[in-house]
């Protein structure tokens, strides 16, 4: 759920919130009681119910957090955060997880994890768009699988579940006129440049480019190691990479950095990336993970192989960059149909 600015009604202690999909959500917050969910909209007979019935509460008793009740949904996502499968999780995959478990925490924390049915699970999902859907989806299951584990219920109800997910390409990948048109705006020297060249030439994922330094470079091999993967690569650094490099100034180690001297985030990368595209007038589907798909798009059109591809890019499955090496075969294949055509032409005619 995306809180927006809490908003304090006439009656005293109701508070409220619209989430991401306009709807609106109602609830008694009051120091010491617990917090009620009030069905309904305000003042209708419905909600007066509720509210009437929250004002009636006994307060929690001190040292006593009801929202991590033992048996409890909350209890649960709060032994599953330090459970090996959970700590085992790499990149950003930990912190958009915990994300969407404290939101669900947030709304049915109270209940009891051992009485969730399935069709409550499949309710909830249906609320959502597809690939929000399967976000929460995978969320859920994981904790779930990992209370089985530990004896705290004694199946997953994600199990049957499946979301069907519209096919996509995922993030554009861009095109030639797009990348002259970054570098046309950005020239080199300048961080936005430096920073398009490590995406581009290296190929990788925005949270390893944000972490490469100049220690990593030796002898023309940029040597790293994919946290999301666990791959150690190494890379030759292309002359394009290079000369963006030599002619960027900076006496940090690492390449990119803040105004301040420090890292950049994955995600603060992200926005910093969206205001040098923007600059450059590209449009918003130019994203930072678009120049890792550009950057494997060339690869096959210069003739890698999926292998070969995956060698740089770290992949860890052939499946994501076999569909560029089959879109230029295909390229290659029709160029060579259409030659051979033209050349039968010239022959009849000769003929």
Not at 77 to 93: D, N
Not at 266 to 290: I, M
Request: charged letters at 25%; glycine letters at 8%.
């Amino acid at each position: 759920m995306t809180k927006s600015r809490n908003s304090t009604f006439r009656l005293k202690f109701v508070q409220g919130w619209v989430d991401r999909d306009g709807r609106v959500h109602f609830y008694f917050r009051r120091a010491g009681y617990p917090r009620i969910r009030l069905p309904g909209l305000v003042g209708s007979a419905e909600f007066m119910a509720a509210y009437a019935a929250a004002l009636g509460t006994e307060a929690t008793p001190i040292g006593r957090d009801k929202r991590s009740k033992p048996g409890s949904v909350s209890a649960a996502i709060a032994a599953y955060y330090s459970s090996q499968s959970f700590r085992s999780l790499s990149g950003g995959t930990p912190a958009k997880r915990r994300a969407i478990l404290e939101r669900f925490r947030e709304d049915h924390g109270h209940l009891a994890l051992a009485g969730m049915p399935k069709r409550f699970i499949v309710a909830l999902l249906d609320t959502m768009e597809p690939h929000s859907a399967r976000n929460w989806l995978k969320a859920l299951r994981g904790l779930l699988r990992s209370c089985v584990e530990h004896e705290l219920c004694r199946e997953d109800p994600t199990l049957a579940i499946r979301i069907k997910v519209p096919k996509s390409d995922g993030h554009h990948t861009w095109t030639e006129p797009e990348i002259l048109q970054f570098e046309v705006t950005h020239p080199i020297g300048s961080k936005a440049r430096l920073a398009f060249a490590l995406l581009l030439y290296t190929a990788q994922r925005r949270g390893d480019v944000v972490r490469i330094g100049r220690q990593h470079i030796r002898d023309g091999i940029l040597t790293l190691r994919q946290p999301k993967t666990g791959a150690t690569l190494a890379i030759p650094v292309h002359n394009e990479l290079q000369t963006a490099i030599d002619a960027t100034a900076g006496v940090h180690l690492t390449l990119l950095v803040t105004k301040t001297g420090k890292s950049y985030g994955a995600n603060d990368f992200s926005e910093q990336f969206r205001k040098w595209y923007d600059d450059a007038v590209l449009p918003p589907h130019c994203t930072a993970h678009g120049l890792r798909k550009a950057a494997c798009r060339r690869l096959a059109e210069a003739g890698c192989s999926a292998n070969e591809i995956a060698a740089i890019s770290g992949h860890k499955t052939l499946r994501e960059v076999q569909r560029y090496t089959d879109a230029a075969d295909q390229a290659r294949l029709a160029r060579n149909a259409m030659a051979r055509t033209a050349t039968a032409a010239i022959g009849r005619k000769v003929g």
